[in-house]
């Protein structure tokens, strides 16, 4: 399933019960796609009710502060919603070294890949 707007730098599948968001460009740093990202990222959370995401940063090399901004929004929101989760899976050593930097690591879930972040749902 995709999200059919072709302004948006990911694709989205649903996997088991998880809404999995797989970005597709290396380079999350662009303010006005970012801003289009941001928007369809809070669709999903506000208007279509997904309390169970997984981000995908597998192809992404460089990120934005921008970016960052919006990953810390989808978690807020989902934090206060019940039975809900967000994960951060195939984070590369460069965006890894930056959120550690940040500490957002004691913020945010990450796991190596989406099928641990998958699993993560028994514990739920």
Request: with cysteine; net charge positive; charged share 25%.
């Amino acid at each position: 399933m995709s999200i059919g707007d072709a302004d948006v730098p990911f694709l989205i599948n649903v996997v088991e019960k998880w809404t999995v968001i797989e970005f597709t460009t290396p380079s999350l740093m662009d303010p006005i796609v970012l801003e289009r990202t941001g928007q369809a990222l809070y669709r999903l959370i506000d208007a279509e009710d997904r309390r169970l995401i997984i981000l995908d940063f597998s192809r992404v090399q460089y990120i934005s502060s921008q970016a960052i901004g919006i990953v810390l929004t989808m978690n807020k929101k989902l934090t206060t919603l019940k039975r809900s989760k967000f994960v951060l899976c195939g984070v590369g050593d460069k965006l890894m070294q930056l959120i550690k930097i940040t500490r957002l690591d004691r913020l945010l879930t990450i796991k190596k890949s989406q099928e641990e972040a998958i699993k993560i749902q028994m514990i739920l």
